[in-house]
């Protein structure tokens, strides 16, 4: 029995989806842009991320030896900087190593460092760090100063905060418009699953009087909300996708993120994040809209 009336409330809820074919197209393709427009921002705010990533592993903090430590001073300094925290790789230089770098650097011009080996090498030897987070910067900076045999530190905080900051600015840029999408999808929802009520008001009426309950008469309305939900998840998806890799295919093409040395997100590694976040809005916003449309009807 309890098969038939679950059948029985799902197919009801199937059949309002299909009779009302106006309202339901106008609900698919209003949600379907509100979900496209929330997707946009998502697809940006991955993106960012991911170079913000890319970014992360490469940006090194140096931190210059002073030149009177000891080798042995040299090692236990090493040991304290690896064992700081948000510290994610250390590697060595050496005085020579600098001074080559900067010969291979300056090319056809490095014999004017020829006179400055040896002895009168005028690089300090240092470690090269990378952090785990580069909103600790600042942070691990000051830890690092107050060690023993440090000369000084170098790193590129304006450039982290900058992009630490337009990190958190897409995110936030995100949360909002998702709450603003949600809200106005509910509206809509609930004005469209209100006009199927208001035309069964009758019916309801009369079920009430028979001594249905509140949920065998909602449950119907909810599976088309959920429904109307769904499908504009699954073909806001797909016209995303295809915009999106035509997007990114023509950036790649164009060599703009290669010649930066960065790369983008593919769709596939987005799509099922995506996918469970555009079914949950999907369902969530199907189901409080039917719900918030049936209240009236529903009252004793």
Known sequence: MK??????????????FFKNKKSTAASIIIMCATMFIFGIFFLIGENVNYVIEQVQSEQAMQIFINPEATAEQE?????????????????????????N???EWLGEDSAILDPYSGEDNPFKASYVITLTDLTKTDEVQKQIES????ASVQAGNTTINRLVDIANGIRTATGVILVLLILISIFIIANTIKLTVHARRKEISI??????TNGFIRWPFMVEGIIIGIISALITVVI?????????????QSGTM????YGLLSFSDMISMLL????IMGIGIGAIGSAISMKKYLEV
């Open 75 to 99: 090692t236990e300094l090493g040991n304290k900087i690896r064992e700081t925290q948000y510290v994610n790789t250390t590697e060595y230089v050496s005085q020579e190593q600098a001074l």
């Open 276 to 279: 469970i976040i555009y079914i």
């Open 258 to 261: 290669s010649t930066l040395g």
């Open 101 to 103: 770098e900067m010969k």
């Open 147 to 150: 060690y023993e045999n440090v």
């Open 240 to 252: 995303l996708g295809f915009a999106y890799n035509f997007i990114s295919d023509g950036i790649t």
């Open 3 to 16: 098969y038939s009336i679950f059948g029985y409330l799902i197919g009801e809820g199937f059949r309002n």
């Open 207 to 212: 079920m009430k009087y028979v001594g249905a």
